[in-house]
């Protein structure tokens, strides 16, 4: 896979000193370099407990980027999934502790452990205060003698900083830490292994299916399971973090473990919330991402039982820019359309006939998304066959209300429909083709005039012609050999679809934003779609 990075063995310091570059001046580095990686605040005086986490670098923004005010003090940095050394660990401590202490807080991992614990225990024989909590809110693995630490994690440094923060002591701020730990539990699943720089990446996880319970360093979880849906796998999620939880309130924290796009973040937050689990879920954090796995496509959730207390520690301001907040989990508020927008539904007739029609050709494009996205990958992004897929479902939903009976209000329905439901160009275009064909049919045209009406109005609006590598090319000559027949049309409609791949500028659409060299050779998926339907139109007629 490629990545964009010089060389692995630069990697995490080249990545630090990028990130220090937009710190605002809030933070630095001590001079250590390769060898001490340590990002730390400059605003710090040592009149509080100073916090002090970290451990292997592919897990941003953890944890440099939690340093500041109400969060971190320090983070100690190792190379890519290892454990930073004794050294750096003491660096941190002896940069950042004074009179009031230092607490580590350390993920339940063998390196972990023992570097921070070792470097603990040389700093106290400088003589200074230090406390070290280990986080072990991995619940993926049940019959393991040590779980793991995850992104649980994140809420003992926000809880323990806040404390810090408003100049609570030592033993206080590990106790706070130590109630956090209890009561986090956390589960992970991804539909990809991580790429490693450097390493051949691990194709561990088949295709169709997810890995449940996975480490953040990639490692193997309790399962691999079919997936189906968003929904199924936060169901499954939900399913194992259940008996771990009380009734609540809990706050969750959805982390993205650094390849799932804020899209598919957002639909797992709706499906949390709508989980067997939801009800015991008051505020998020997130989804965002906050421990990640360098590129791994996939999701944690975190769950902590929070008093009034932890909900106020969790929701005082932090400096750092990575933490999204804490906020309260409420209902989807729906406002009514504006005066103008609100649909105007058509008065419904019965044609069984015109119903079994509809639906069909609706199958046909629904059937024809994924050879249609291809298509579409070669000149625009991707999506053609998906908008009109999209639209053909909304439009099957709509038949039993649709005038079917009436074949000039139904030109009109189903453009309107197509407006609410059919996103891009594509969509607008296709709306305006159905209401000019019902105002033509309204008018007395005859099916071919009305929409022979349609795509002059679509062409008037739209500005495109035959040879534009557009639909038109598909379109327009099958309307003009309609009344020819519809065997005619259809082959008309698969030559202007044919001719489009031999078109080395398209002159309207998307594709005019390709060079001519990433078009040759492949048709325009909107062609293609026409040339599809009226094929389907003249069979149907045959077969009839």
């Known amino acids: ?216 360093h990639g490692e193997p979880g309790i399962e691999q399971v079919d997936f189906t849906t968003a929904a199924e796998a936060m169901r499954m999620v939900a399913e194992r973090l259940a008996p771990k939880i009380g009734p609540g309130p809990h706050v969750a924290l959805l982390n993205n473990l650094g390849g799932a796009m804020p899209l598919e973040m957002a639909v797992l937050a709706e499906e949390l919330i709508r989980s067997p689990i939801g009800d015991r879920i008051r505020w998020m954090v997130g989804p965002a991402p906050l421990m990640t796995s360098l590129d791994m496509q996939g999701f944690s959730v975190s769950l902590l039982p929070v008093g009034p207390a932890e909900e106020t520690l969790l929701q005082a301001p932090v400096a750092p820019w990575a933490w999204p907040g804490c906020r309260s989990v409420g209902p989807v508020q729906v406002l009514p359309l504006p005066d103008g927008l609100t649909p105007i539904q058509p008065m419904p007739s019965k044609n069984p006939a015109m119903a079994r029609f509809l639906t069909e050709c609706c199958q046909v494009m629904i059937g024809a998304e994924a050879a249609l996205n291809d298509l579409d990958a070669h000149a625009g992004d991707g999506d053609t066959g998906s908008t009109l897929a999209t639209a053909a479902r909304a439009l099957t939903k709509a038949v039993d209300r649709l005038p079917l009976a009436d074949l000039t209000q139904l030109y009109r329905a189903i453009g309107l429909e197509l407006s609410q439901t059919m996103g891009g160009s594509s969509g607008v275009l296709l709306a305006i083709f159905f209401a000019a064909a019902g105002d033509a049919s309204a008018n007395g045209a005859n099916p071919i005039g009305a929409l022979r009406a349609g795509l002059d109005r679509v062409q008037q609006v739209g500005g495109a012609r035959v040879g534009d590598r557009t639909m038109i090319d598909a379109l327009s000559p099958a309307l003009d050999a309609l009344s020819a027949g519809l065997d005619q049309a259809a082959e008309a409609a698969r030559a202007g679809a044919e001719a489009t791949a031999a078109m080395r500028r398209a002159k309207a659409g998307r594709a005019s934003y390709i060079a001519a060299e990433q078009l040759v050779g492949h048709k325009d998926p909107g062609a293609e779609a026409v040339a599809r339907l009226f094929e389907f139109v003249a069979r149907h007629h045959q077969e009839a």
Not at 147 to 159: E, N, P, Q, S, Y
Not at 188 to 195: A, E, F, I, K, Q
């Open 1 to 216: 896979m490629k990545q964009f990075i010089n060389s692995k063995d630069t990697l995490v310091t080249e990545a630090i000193d990028g990130a220090l570059r937009m710190g605002g001046g809030r933070l630095a580095r001590l001079d250590g370099y390769p060898h001490i990686k340590v990002v730390l605040r400059t605003d710090w005086d040592k009149s509080r407990v100073a916090l002090v986490s970290g451990g292997g670098s592919g897990h941003e923004p953890s944890h440099a980027g939690f340093v500041g005010q109400g969060m971190l003090t320090a983070a100690v940095c190792g190379d890519v999934f290892a454990s930073p050394s004794v050294d750096a660990v003491l660096a941190a401590i002896l940069a950042v502790t004074g009179k009031a202490g230092c607490l580590l807080i350390v993920k339940n991992y063998t390196g972990d452990r023992l570097n921070f614990g070792l470097a603990a225990e040389r700093a106290r024989a400088f003589g200074l205060d230090v406390s070290m909590v280990v986080v072990d809110d991995d619940i993926a693995l049940p019959d393991t003698p040590q779980a793991r630490g995850v992104a649980g994690t994140l809420f003992v440094h926000k809880i323990a900083g806040a404390l810090a923060d408003q100049g609570a002591d030592l033993a206080a701020v590990t106790a706070a830490a130590k109630k956090a730990i209890a009561g986090v539990v956390s589960i992970g699943m991804s539909l990809d292994t991580c790429t490693v720089p450097g390493s051949p990446k691990q194709d561990r996880i088949a295709s169709g299916k997810a890995e449940l319970g996975l480490g953040i």
